[in-house]
């Protein structure tokens, strides 16, 4: 009965860590209720190399209090694996609505910050890049990746891989 006992409590351990070890795609989900849109058509490189390739990788731009504003899947481009993303806004075209850009990467299983360029500001009708010609955005892989359905909110802490 104690080596059962063990036994038992041993393979819950290791499906708990199991459970903690692989990370799930963020619960990020397109908006809805907001008046105007734009478009980003972006790739996204880490030290020169495309990332957020794989099937299941994932764009989304929040605006500064961490909201969704819009979330996509890589889909295939003209010439690469790319993001075609559509943006929401309330906000009017005298207003300033800074946003930012952060991808899952399905095969690291990790969030990708892009810090280059840091933020955009909102345009009806805009667009950032073209289905030929995308935007290059570039960032970095990041840990301690927070997204609740709730809040729909996204923080990150920068690591170096």
């Not at 899947?73 to 003209?78: A, N, R, Y």
């Not at 993001?83 to 005298?94: D, H």
């Not at 300033?96 to 850009?101: A, V």
């Not at 935007?135 to 990150?156: D, L, M, Q, Y």
Request: with cysteine.
């Amino acid at each position: 009965m104690p080596s059962t006992w063990i036994a038992i409590c041993t393979l819950c351990a290791l499906l708990a860590m199991a459970t903690i070890a692989c990370a799930a795609a963020p619960n990020w989900s397109e908006p809805t209720g907001y008046r105007y849109k734009m478009t980003v058509y972006a790739t996204l490189k880490h030290e020169g190399a495309f990332v957020c390739v794989a099937s299941g990788s994932l764009l989304a731009a929040f605006d500064s209090n961490g909201r969704i504003r819009g979330v996509t899947t890589v889909f295939d481009g003209p010439f690469n694996r790319m993001f075609e993303l559509l943006v929401n806004s309330n906000a009017e075209p005298e207003e300033n609505d800074s946003l930012y850009l952060m991808a899952y990467d399905s095969e690291k299983d990790m969030l990708f910050n892009v810090t280059d360029p840091p933020t955009f500001t909102f345009i009806n009708n805009g667009k950032i890049g073209e289905i030929d010609i995308p935007s290059e955005a570039r960032g970095v892989f990041v840990t301690a990746a927070t997204t609740t359905a709730t809040t729909t909110t996204a923080t990150a802490t920068t690591t170096t891989t």
